[in-house]
Structure formats: structure tokens, C-alpha cells
């Protein structure tokens, strides 16, 4: 299976985890995507996402997602997400990405990918690039500055650090593609 995943400790056991990634077709023109139990050896949730259609498609049974979303953001570019939750003794999760053509792969598969997001929810949150550790967003609520979101993905824009790619190249800074962000 060619795709890249990106390995997350120190997770709350029982909680609701969102992940999220801007995605563009290319020649690949549907992606699965999901997180992954290494502990328990189980899928908590993976859904297959058609960037044409503008649809996805859960797994059903131990896979199924508490939420799924394909948002389009502009420039052919989309925003996909998907939340699960850790079992009870879960400190540990996998986000995969597969990029694929119709549910087959093969080694000319290409996909365009940026901005990677895992936070602490159902849902995501603005994005929140990362270069080294976590970052934080504080939002004002009432009396109290409260951590409304985090991202755990370490240099989230840089996919040849943190992440394991398996059969897969991954070529950054691409000239003629923009970043949703600009």
C-alpha cells in the first residue's frame, strides 16, 4: 500500500481525536484516509474520500468514524477530516493517507497534500501550522483564556521529517501548485 502515516503518543484514553488534511487531486483522484490503533491493532476510523464527487464514503463496523467531512476551500483544494475515539487504554494513534485512482492503487498515483491537523475533538478546528512542537490556540472565553485547540502534528508542513512514507515520493514546494493558505 503506497501512502504516508505519521505515528502520535501520549494520547488521553476514551477521548475524541479529529484529523484533518487539505487535499488536491491530481493524477489520484480519490484518497483514504484514518486513524489507526497501534496498540490494539484496529482501525478507530477510515473513510474513503472521492475529490471529484466531493463525497466519502465511512467503513462501517470497528472503522466507523463519529464524523467525516469533505469541505472545499478553494482552487480545487478540500479540506478533509475524520474523528474517532480512543478505547479506554488508548495513548497511541496512526494517521494514514492513501492516495488512490477508483479504490485501486498504483505506483503512479499522485496527490497533492498540505497542512496536517490532529487535535483533541470532534471536529477541526483553523488550522495551526507547527514547526517543532505542538501548537496552541487561545481563545477568549468569558473571564478565562482557554487552549481551544492544539496540533499535534510536529513540523506539519514539512511531510519529509515526521512522517513514514511507504512506496510513496514526496516532493515538496511544488512550483506551479499554491497552498490553500496562498
Known amino acids: 500500500v ?4 505519521y505515528a502520535l503518543t501520549g ?3 476514551g477521548s475524541s481525536y479529529d484529523a484533518s488534511m487539505y487535499v488536491k487531486a491530481d493524477t489520484a483522484t480519490t484518497v483514504s484516509f484514518g ?8 482501525w478507530l476510523a477510515l473513510a474513503d474520500y472521492d475529490l471529484i464527487a466531493k463525497t466519502v464514503t465511512t467503513h462501517t463496523g470497528s472503522a466507523t468514524p463519529i464524523r467525516s467531512a469533505i469541505t472545499y476551500v478553494g482552487n480545487s483544494w478540500y479540506r478533509i477530516s475524520i474523528a474517532a475515539a480512543t478505547t479506554s487504554t488508548g495513548t497511541a494513534a496512526t494517521v494514514y493517507l492513501y492516495p488512490h485512482l477508483n479504490g485501486t492503487q498504483s505506483t503512479n498515483d499522485a496527490v497533492y497534500f498540505w497542512g496536517p491537523q490532529f487535535e483533541l475533538g470532534e471536529s477541526a478546528g483553523p488550522y495551526l501550522p507547527t514547526t517543532g512542537g505542538s501548537a496552541v490556540a487561545f481563545y477568549m472565553r468569558g473571564l478565562l483564556n482557554e487552549v481551544t485547540s492544539a496540533n499535534k502534528f510536529l513540523q506539519s508542513e514539512d511531510f519529509n521529517t515526521s512522517w513514514t512514507k511507504t512506496n510513496i515520493t514526496v516532493t515538496t514546494n511544488v512550483g506551479a501548485i499554491t497552498a490553500p493558505s496562498g
Open 11 to 13: 494520547l488521553i484514553p
Open 35 to 42: 486513524i489507526y490503533d497501534p496498540t490494539a491493532s484496529a
Open 2 to 5: 503506497e501512502g504516508i502515516n
